[in-house]
């Protein structure tokens, strides 16, 4: 009977050995996630951030003072959480404030979603100037997107009415080394739905990468309908 218990005692210590080796062998195998893409949560430190710039904001002197004695003594956490609400509320000033200031930290990395969430924001709020200025810090700082990026981003500025800066971005994409991939191209040729001349330029491209594959065009009347759309728009 005890050599029994002891058997047991033995075999369930093995299985529990075997169970944390296992799961220290995946851990290590698996890449910890960007910071970029962790989920973002505040605290009342955070919190009190986010409220105190909102306020300041059309008060030059005030907010750089606050920036300067409060902000730059966030965690990280929370300065990230802050920037990323900030994003989502389209607050494109106080965006490239923070954007200042994460950039000047010791923790900082290029990084491509950090650039990847800036651009979509600045998309959605069609701020063509700024855009510039980060797509410029991008490409000192020698960040690459991957294809999938380059389609979304690309997507953002067709949805909000930005056909020559999505283009600017398409250019970029064909000169990546990173090797071209069919679903990118389709997200792509659906924004472009509303501009038939560029799709079709995209469209040799896609057909010239990949000539196994079809690409389906709308009916004719879609492409006089969103064109008439974007006339009126402009009027």
């Not at 999938?148 to 398409?170: K, N, Q, W």
Request: aromatic letters at 10%.
């Amino acid at each position: 009977m005890l050599s029994f218990a002891r058997r047991s005692r033995v075999t369930a210590v093995s299985l529990l050995s075997q169970f944390v080796c296992s799961v220290s062998s995946n851990s290590a195998a698996s890449p910890s996630l960007s910071i970029w893409r962790r989920k973002k949560e505040m605290t009342k430190e955070g919190l009190f951030a986010a409220k105190e710039l909102k306020r300041l904001r059309s008060n030059p002197i005030r907010l750089d003072r606050f920036m300067q004695s409060q902000v730059s003594r966030l965690l990280r956490t929370d300065l990230l959480a802050v920037l990323a609400e900030f994003q989502r509320q389209g607050q494109v000033f106080l965006c490239m404030k923070l954007y200042e200031v994460v950039r000047k930290e010791i923790w900082y990395r290029p990084d491509m979603y950090f650039f990847r969430d800036m651009l979509m924001m600045l998309a959605r709020n069609k701020n063509v100037d700024e855009t510039k200025r980060v797509w410029q810090d991008l490409k000192e700082e020698e960040v690459l997107f991957d294809q999938h990026t380059f389609g979304d981003i690309m997507r953002a500025f067709l949805d909000s009415g930005l056909p020559s800066e999505a283009m600017v971005i398409y250019d970029e994409m064909r000169n990546s080394p990173d090797p071209p991939i069919s679903l990118p191209f389709r997200v792509i040729l659906k924004g472009l739905i509303p501009y038939p001349e560029l799709r079709e330029k995209v469209k040799d491209d896609f057909l010239e990468l990949f000539p196994d594959m079809i690409v389906y065009d709308p009916p004719e009347d879609l492409f006089e309908d969103q064109k008439w759309r974007r006339e009126s728009d402009s009027d």
